[in-house]
């Protein structure tokens, strides 16, 4: 009778652990955290629009031109994002009005990536803030602000300076990167990486400008060189769609920034920028693409 027993009693333990097992093992392949050991994005491609928001560190601007040369210390200048509605932002005809931002990538090994593309921000001065000028003023070009300053305050006022690169300050750039896994699940249904990144760009400016109430909006114009980097996260869903939160920093250089269309009136300035965008893409293999062209002219 005991024999029975711990007979029975073995045959129960077996079947539990076996269970077990099989139960771990079962869950291990639904879910899977920070494994490299796939190919997913070897050889992928995508392409992403978004939004954005941007924050300036404070920028000593310097602007010459005939009969004015001066430097505003320290000008504050915020982004201008426009107002959420569905009509402007998801409107094809409308869609580039706001702060927008379109990337192309591709996968050239494993997780490691690169792309081309974008960051349309907006960079506008504060009007009426106070700020030191130095330089001189003479009075073929203002008998109201002529004269020499050095570090004097100052009210920036619509007749003295209107500073805007609105349409806008546009980063072209290159970046390269690396997608870090943390989670995904069976049949790639969900996966969520860790991108970091490093990129140079050139900025294309369209400038607003007045200086002593003399200038317009000036015409899209090299302006000058960014360095950044960027770290955030991405989640692809169902293998061809993707969401990504991106924070973007970095230093832009500007030292011909136009004020008249023209080299003899010019303004310069550099700030350091951090910009927050959420965008939104499709995803697919390249190989996939060559397959199918293959295909359609074989056809």
């Given at each position: 009778m005991k024999s029975k027993v711990l007979f029975y009693l073995c045959c129960?333990?077996?079947?539990?652990?076996?269970?077990?097992?099989?139960?771990?093992?079962?869950?291990?392949?639904?879910?899977?955290?920070?494994?490299?050991?796939d190919s997913f994005y070897n050889q992928r491609i995508w392409m992403s629009w978004g939004y954005n928001r941007a924050w300036f560190g404070k920028s000593d601007v310097h602007f010459k031109g005939p009969g004015y040369d001066f430097t505003v210390d320290k000008l504050i200048a915020r982004d201008r994002p426009a107002p959420f509605s569905w009509k402007l932002y998801f409107n094809p005809n409308t869609s580039s009005i706001p702060q927008y931002n379109w990337h192309l990538g591709f996968f050239i090994?494993?997780?490691?990536?690169?792309t081309a593309g974008m960051d349309h921000m907006k960079y506008v001065m504060v009007p009426d803030q106070l700020a030191n000028v130095s330089g001189t003023?003479?009075?073929?070009?203002?008998?109201?602000?002529?004269g020499e300053y050095n570090a004097s305050s100052m009210k920036m006022s619509e007749d003295f300076l209107r500073f805007e690169h609105t349409n806008g300050l546009n980063l072209v750039s290159i970046d390269g990167g690396y997608l870090a896994p943390i989670f995904r699940t069976e049949k790639d249904i969900i996966r969520i990486n860790a991108n970091v990144g490093l990129g140079i760009g050139m900025l294309i400016c369209k400038t607003d400008v007045?200086?002593?109430d003399y200038g317009l909006d000036n015409r899209f114009h090299l302006s000058g060189m960014s360095i950044h980097a960027s770290?955030?996260?991405?989640?692809?869903v169902w293998k061809y769609f993707f969401v990504a939160s991106e924070f973007k920093g970095g230093f832009i250089n500007l030292p011909n920034v136009l004020i008249h269309n023209n080299k003899t009136d010019l303004a310069n300035h550099h700030f350091t920028f951090l910009q927050y965008q959420i965008t939104a893409g499709l995803s697919c293999r390249f190989w996939y693409l060559q397959g199918h062209r293959t295909k359609t002219k074989t056809i």
């Open positions: 129960l333990v077996f079947f539990s652990q076996s269970l077990q097992a099989k139960e771990q093992n079962h869950s291990a392949k639904k879910v899977h955290w920070f494994q490299t050991a090994k494993k997780r490691f990536f690169v003023i003479d009075a073929s070009k203002s008998t109201k602000y002529q007045k200086v002593l770290a955030g996260l991405r989640v692809d």
